[in-house]
Every structure is written in structure tokens, then in C-alpha cells.
Antibody, heavy 127, light 108 residues
Framework: QLQLQESGPGLVKPSETLSLTCTVS??????????WGWIRQPPGKGLEWIGS???????YYNPSLTSRVTVSVDTSKNQFSLKLTSVTAADTAVYYC???????????????????WGQGTLVTVSS | QSALTQPASVSGSPGQSITISCTGT?????????VSWYQQHPGKAPKLMIY???KRPSGVSNRFSGSKSGNTASLTISGLQAEDEADYYC????????FGTGTKVTVL
């Protein structure tokens, strides 16, 4: 059974960089057809997709966050990471990592959905 | 890239059927049959309930069904049960992934 687990600081100061890691177990992050992504949820609010990446390095970011976001992968550790720079209180949220089934949108059979999620980790931006 | 529009809340009595709408545009919901639905209980991670508009993952009850017409997708829960009380989010591919605003389902 695939499992994802987020880890990282629960408190970040304003203007600093938020860094989180997602450890994948029960499967390889290098498997074809799978992308890996980050989604966040501010307290009491809805879900927001942050970005996704393929193990080879291809990345896709939410246009509203693209200037501040970097998603990267470490295949040797079966982990992928999120960095969000210049954070403000508006970035306070539960951050989820998830596996994205994605492909075939340009040619072939299109698909795009998140099938496995981590339990989420609350990151608070405060001085 | 604006969030897809869902009703804030929907309620129903046990055994009844309810439908949650998810309205987008011709650039997202209307362009692709790539709408998925997620159930989220308080304090828990979202759970995939429907993908590609109407497909159910293994293990999801057949009381959950999805459909789409034009720019609006819908999730129907039939035979409503107490355990269905949760928040529900739609999501569509739109060149990137965009979520809906979320709907709180209350079982009366």
C-alpha cells in the first residue's frame, strides 16, 4: 500500500522560506505515469493546488504561485520537496503531498486525478 | 485560474439522494472529461471518490456517482448515510489542476 508522509517545520517566520519534504513508501517515486504534487488548505478554507512534478524533473506550478514555488525530487531517497519563498500569513495552511495520475492530455487517453494523499502537516507563518 | 464554483452546503435525510454541482468554464470542466471528486472528513486528508467524471476507484461505494453536462459537473450521493457527512471538493484539469470551492454535506 502506497503511503506518503509530509515532514518539515511547523512554524516559519514571515519573509522566510517554507520547506517541506514528502517521503513515499510502498512504491517507487520513479514509476512511470505517476506525478507527485503539493496541495494546501488554509484553516477553514478550500483546497489549492500548488504544483506537481515528474521524477525526471518536469514541473508544473499554479500560475498564482509560480514565482515563489519550487518542487524537486530526490529519487535516491524516494522523496520530493516543496520550497515556497517570501511567505506571509496568507501561506498558513495544512500542506498535503499527493500522487497525481496524469497523462495522455495531448495524445492518448487523458487522465488527471490525485489518488493517494499524505495526512497533511500544518505550517503556520508567524513571527 | 479561478476556483470552480460549488454550493457552500447541501443537506439531506438518511436514505435520500443529493447532488452537488461544480461549475467551471469552457477552459476547464467544459474542455476535458477530467473532473474528479474528493471527500474530506474533519481533520483528515481528502479521499478520491470519482475520477474522469464518472469512474469510481476500487473500494468506493456505488452510492457515489458522477456526471457532466457542458461546463458543470455533478456528484450524486444516493441512499445518504451518516458517514457521508463531510466536505466534498471537485477538481478539474485546466492546463493545470484547479479545485472547487467545496461543499459541506450535512445528513439531517
Amino acid at each position: 500500500q502506497l503511503q506518503l508522509q509530509e515532514s518539515g517545520p511547523g512554524l516559519v517566520k514571515p519573509s522566510e522560506t517554507l520547506s517541506l519534504t514528502c517521503t513515499v513508501s510502498g512504491g517507487s517515486i520513479s514509476s512511470s505515469s505517476y506525478y507527485w504534487g503539493w496541495i494546501r488548505q488554509p484553516p477553514g478554507k478550500g483546497l489549492e493546488w500548488i504544483g506537481s512534478m515528474y521524477y525526471s524533473g518536469s514541473t508544473y506550478y499554479n500560475p498564482s504561485l509560480t514565482s515563489r514555488v519550487t518542487v524537486s525530487v530526490d529519487t535516491s531517497k524516494n522523496q520530493f520537496s516543496l520550497k515556497l519563498t517570501s511567505v506571509t500569513a496568507a501561506d498558513t495552511a495544512v500542506y498535503y503531498c499527493a500522487r497525481l495520475i496524469y497523462g495522455g492530455v495531448v495524445a492518448g487517453t487523458p487522465t488527471a486525478f490525485f489518488d493517494y494523499w499524505g495526512q497533511g502537516t500544518l505550517v503556520t507563518v508567524s513571527s | 485560474q479561478s476556483a470552480l464554483t460549488q454550493p457552500a452546503s447541501v443537506s439531506g435525510s438518511p436514505g435520500q439522494s443529493i447532488t452537488i454541482s461544480c461549475t467551471g468554464t469552457s477552459s476547464d470542466v467544459g474542455s476535458y472529461n477530467l473532473v474528479s471528486w474528493y471527500q474530506q472528513h474533519p481533520g483528515k486528508a481528502p479521499k478520491l471518490m470519482i475520477y474522469e467524471v464518472s469512474k469510481r476507484p476500487s473500494g468506493v461505494s456505488n452510492r457515489f456517482s458522477g456526471s457532466k453536462s457542458g461546463n458543470t459537473a455533478s456528484l450524486t450521493i444516493s441512499g445518504l448515510q451518516a458517514e457521508d457527512e463531510a466536505d466534498y471538493y471537485c477538481c478539474s484539469y485546466a492546463g493545470s489542476m484547479v479545485f472547487g470551492t467545496g461543499t459541506k454535506v450535512t445528513v439531517l
